[in-house]
């Protein structure tokens, strides 16, 4: 999710997030109506789609989220355990393409203190991204078991969840740190301001 450091908040990157979104939405339909939901090149451009619009639309709705919503919980942390988040980290990492989101962000670690408040924003906006990514492909995945697309919900839910479910939770696991990190400078400063240097 690299356009978070090109489209930022407010208005106009709400406006885009919209527009991409809607824009992500019709091609959808549009595929469903002119390929057809059980075509087997029907699951990659759903894909290709919402790889590219993800993007686009995370930078503006991860601005206009409430914060609350991007708070993480020890019970949710559990549930990334369970579900190998930790493990597909490890794997992203294995690969290279976290490598990549570091350079595309300018950080040279995965959690750099200097740019907290930066690494928040590109993680919300990651977040966000793959969010709306993954409510595409669970939608159109419901579609297709409902026309009997078998074969093409299978590959949608697939490619959803490996493509924008498990990164979603990947980047909340990062909010997670990213509030502990928080938390420790807060007490710290605190114990300093009381204490003296």
Same mark, same amino acid.
């Given at each position: 999710m690299s356009r978070s450091d090109h489209v *930022? @908040? %407010?208005g106009a990157g709400v406006a885009v997030a919209a527009v991409t979104a809607l824009? @992500?939405?019709a091609l959808v339909v549009t595929a469903w109506f002119v390929v057809g939901s059980s075509h087997a090149v029907f699951p990659a451009l759903v894909t290709c789609l919402w790889v590219g619009a993800a993007a686009f639309v995370g930078p503006g709705v991860g601005d206009s989220i409430p914060v609350h919503w991007t708070r993480v *919980? *020890?019970?949710?942390?559990? $549930?990334?355990?369970?579900? %190998?988040v930790a493990r597909f980290d490890r794997l992203l990492e294995w690969i290279g393409w976290n490598r990549v989101v570091r350079a595309m962000r300018g950080a040279a670690a995965p959690l750099d203190r200097s740019a907290v408040g930066?690494?928040?924003r590109h993680v919300r906006a990651a977040?966000? @991204?793959h969010a709306m990514a993954a409510v595409v492909h669970?939608?159109?995945t419901v579609a297709c078991l409902l026309a009997g697309s078998m074969v093409s919900a299978a590959v949608t839910a697939a490619a959803g969840a490996v493509l924008h479910g498990w990164p979603m939770l990947l980047q909340r696991s990062?909010?997670?740190?990213i509030q502990r990190l928080r938390r420790t400078r807060s007490v710290h400063s605190? $114990?300093?301001e009381e204490n003296g240097p």
């Open positions: *930022s @908040g %407010g824009a @992500g939405v *919980s *020890s019970r949710e942390l559990n $549930w990334h355990r369970r579900l %190998g930066d690494l928040q977040m966000a @991204g669970l939608a159109v990062t909010l997670a740190r605190s $114990w300093h």
